[in-house]
Nanobody
Framework: QVQLVESGGGLVQPGGSLRLSCAAS????????IGWFRQAPGKEREGVLC????????YYADSVKGRFTISRDNAKNTVYLQMSSLKPEDTAVYYC???????????????WGQGTQVTVSS
């Protein structure tokens, strides 16, 4: 069964950090690009970052440049989203998704996780 599972979300104060994990099962991440998306209440799903199968990173949200990074550990079949200097406007449900390439739009992605809530608040 193909599955992506996000973890690591939670409540954090402004300026804090979180690391989200996206663990795959039922398939090998090595040959897939993994994108992170987020969706805040009342807003459309937004592309944040993507890492290609060759470890090239692409930022889709200018607001996270310099604060978020993406990495992958193929041995663990897991991709990470390291978030630092978090702001209240980063509050959203964060999703990871797998595709054959990196795309800013969510539609080409084949597999999705269930999402993990990130809340930035004092």
């Amino acid at each position: 069964q193909v599955q992506l599972v996000e973890s690591g979300g939670g409540l954090v104060q402004p300026g804090g950090s979180l690391r989200l994990s996206c663990a795959a099962s039922g398939f090998t991440l090595d040959y897939y690009a993994i994108g992170w998306f987020r969706q805040a209440p009342g807003k459309e799903r937004e592309g944040v970052l993507c890492i290609s199968s060759s470890d090239s990173s692409t930022y889709y949200a200018d607001s996270v440049k310099g604060r978020f990074t993406i990495s992958r550990d193929n041995a663990k079949n897991t991709v990470y989203l390291q978030m630092s200097s978090l702001k209240p406007e980063d509050t959203a449900v964060y999703y990871c998704a797998a595709s054959r390439g990196c795309y800013s739009n969510y539609k080409p992605y084949d597999y999705w996780g269930q999402g993990t809530q990130v809340t930035v608040s004092s």
